[in-house]
């Protein structure tokens, strides 16, 4: 997953799993006389709720003497949550996907800026069941085949993407958090309730009360899925082209972050 050598960005946004994942990575570092390390954080401009996860941040990176950078939609994009929500032309395009789809390319321009070869996100198991139901539910085939959980190369300099925390539960994570008197930012985002992710995660946690296990079974069957589809449309996952705007790698004629931005900007 990790070589010697590897400069690794890790995604922290303030809540338990990334810091937990900073945590880790952090002793396992220095475990291995390693420096090669860089906490990278999204400000999304969600008045009320970013700043606080912001602080703590800051606050935990220098603790433990952790490189940090912050970068921000609006940095970026022209743009914040709180404008993009205000400004779309229909509920119908939730914040929860803008956000997703900005986040993931700040993410990439934060990891090049930084010279990462490896960025490291703290997606858990219940996060990669619901993502799945996400995209089984949206019939995006071709996103369940992206889920396989191995590391995986894309962009101009072959940025390597894994996510440590895939095989462990939420609470399991939230658990060693608290063990380890990791602070974390415990206020849900205001936005949430618009993505079905919320009834998704409520589901699952009721079929895990009731029996026992069922997730794990249910992420080793996801595994087995995701690898066959995968496999079967790996030409169009590998023969993207450029971006008619930005130029950057897409699947499509306009990446779906320009796409995005179009319609904020010109939402008749």
Known sequence: MLGHSDKVAI??????????????????FEEHNRTNLIAITIDEGIAGYREESLQIVRDFCSHIKVEYKISSYSQIFGTNMDDATENRPSDKMTSCSMCG???RRLMDIMAEEAGATVVATAHNLDDHLQTFLINLLSGDVE???????????????GIKKVKPFVEIYEHEIAFYALLRDIPF??????????????????????????????????????TKISKALKESTMGSLTNSNEC?????????????????????????
Not at 11 to 28: E, I, N, P, R, T
């Open 143 to 157: 996103r369940i085949g992206w889920m396989y959980p191995e590391p995986v190369q894309y962009g101009p300099n």
């Open 11 to 28: 995604a922290v946004s303030g809540g338990k799993d990334s810091l937990a994942l900073l945590y880790v990575l952090k002793k396992f």
């Open 101 to 103: 789809t900005f986040r």
């Open 185 to 222: 930012q415990s206020d849900q985002c205001p936005y949430m309730k618009e993505s079905i992710r919320s009834d998704i995660r409520e589901f699952l946690n009721n079929l895990e009360s009731r029996h026992a296990g069922v997730k794990y079974n249910a992420f080793n069957t996801v």
């Open 244 to 268: 008619q705007i930005c130029r950057r790698k897409s699947t499509q004629p306009i990446c779906s972050v320009c796409g995005t931005l179009k319609v904020l900007i010109n939402p008749q």
